[in-house]
């Protein structure tokens, strides 16, 4: 497959272990977060969403986190499974921008078994 | 099965050689849209459809035309490739509801421009 990116920070985490990614956003207008998991070779997959009404979104093993005041948004996914490796990005959307979702720049994650 | 096909996968030409990689969608969506990825810039829109001949740009705009004359299909149209235009492409597509929007992704086409 092909590397999304050759400056994309990485997060290593020992399978079993519970994994946090983080994404900043900088739009205060924004009402509308989504997470994807991108896999080698692959588009970006949708995982969970949350809206801006909203602090904690609970999925499958994947738990999103909004924190409005510091415009921060967290993915947690639990018991990570060397399936998880893969790339993962946050992306927004505000209502004001029409449909346009603004995504981060990835981070990827390596499971180590 | 409920999908994005775009193609090619894959594409090398040459500068000013006009290209169209297609994008199609089974799920009766009204919302469509391109996107460049390029390493360290993430995903960038191009543009962007809200429904049938209606597109609108997005982020990155240049260099780029698409059409909407079908709601499953949405190609984009390179007249005239440059080098810079090299990156993976994908186009997308969703559907709002109260619960909000999930987009759809295509696999990807990976574009080199000589």
């Known amino acids: 497959g092909e590397s999304v990116g050759l400056h994309l920070p990485t997060l290593s985490v020992q399978e079993g272990d519970n994994s946090i990614i983080n994404c900043a956003y900088s739009?205060?207008?924004?009402?509308?977060f989504i997470w994807y998991k991108q896999e080698s070779g692959k588009g970006p997959q949708f995982i969970i969403d949350?809206?801006?009404?909203?602090d904690k979104r609970q999925g499958q093993r994947v738990t999103v986190l909004l924190n409005k005041t510091v415009k921060h948004l967290s993915l947690q996914i639990a018991a990570t499974q060397p399936g998880d490796s893969a790339v993962y990005f946050c992306?927004?959307?505000?209502?004001?921008?029409?449909?346009?979702?603004?995504f981060g720049g990835g981070t990827r994650l390596m499971v180590k078994p | 099965e409920a999908q994005v096909t775009q193609n090619p996968r894959y594409l090398i030409t040459v500068t000013g050689k006009k290209l169209t990689v297609t994008c199609s969608q089974n799920?009766?969506?009204?919302?469509m849209s391109w996107y460049r990825q390029d390493p360290g810039l993430g995903l960038r829109q191009i543009y962007y459809?809200?429904?049938?001949?209606?597109?609108d740009k997005g982020d990155v705009p240049e260099g780029y035309k698409v059409s909407r004359k079908e709601k499953r299909n949405f190609p984009l149209i390179l007249e005239s490739p440059s080098p810079n235009q090299t990156s993976l492409y994908f186009c997308?597509?969703?559907?709002?509801?109260?619960?909000?929007?999930?987009?759809?992704f295509g696999p990807g086409t990976r574009l080199l421009v000589l």
């Open positions: 997308a597509s969703s559907h709002m509801t109260s619960e909000g929007e999930t987009q759809y």
């Open positions: 739009n205060s207008a924004s009402d509308y």
């Open positions: 949350i809206r801006s009404n909203m």
């Open positions: 992306a927004e959307n505000s209502w004001n921008a029409g449909n346009m979702l603004t």
């Open positions: 799920m009766n969506h009204e919302y």
């Open positions: 459809s809200m429904n049938v001949e209606v597109t």
